[in-house]
Nanobody, 129 residues
Framework: QLQLVESGGGLVQPGGSLRLSCAAS????????IAWFRQAPGKEREGVSC????????HYADSVKDRFTISRDNTKNTVYLQMNSLKPEDPAVYYC??????????????????????WGQGIQVTVSS
């Protein structure tokens, strides 16, 4: 069974940091584009970041560039999203998603959710003082 499980969410003060984890089981991350999306109440799901592990490429939405970093741990088959300088507009349910295995690994985009067919259950991130 192909599965993604997020962890690491919670409550943080503005300006604080959190690290989200996305653990994959049933498949190898190298064969997939891995992305983070988020959805706030009443809003559409939006792309945050993605990574092509084979190509060593990353992409970030403008709203999180220079604050968030996507990375991986091969030994744990896990992708991380380090979120620094969290702002009041960052709270949402954060989802990790995978696109593959027969996908173009030379690029990744988060402008659409359509190509991502494996999704985690989502995890809440709250930013509040």
């Amino acid at each position: 069974q192909l599965q993604l499980v997020e962890s690491g969410g919670g409550l943080v003060q503005p300006g604080g940091s959190l690290r989200l984890s996305c653990a994959a089981s049933g498949f190898t991350l190298d064969d997939y584009i891995i992305a983070w999306f988020r959805q706030a109440p009443g809003k559409e799901r939006e792309g945050v970041s993605c990574v092509s592990l084979v190509a060593g490429l990353t992409h970030y939405a403008d709203s999180v560039k220079d604050r968030f970093t996507i990375s991986r741990d091969n030994t744990k088959n896990t992708v991380y999203l380090q979120m620094n300088s969290l702002k009041p507009e960052d709270p949402a349910v954060y989802y990790c998603a995978a696109d593959g295995p027969f996908t173009d690994l030379s690029m990744c985009v988060v402008s659409s959710t359509l190509s991502y067919d494996i999704w985690g259950q989502g995890i809440q991130v709250t930013v509040s003082s």
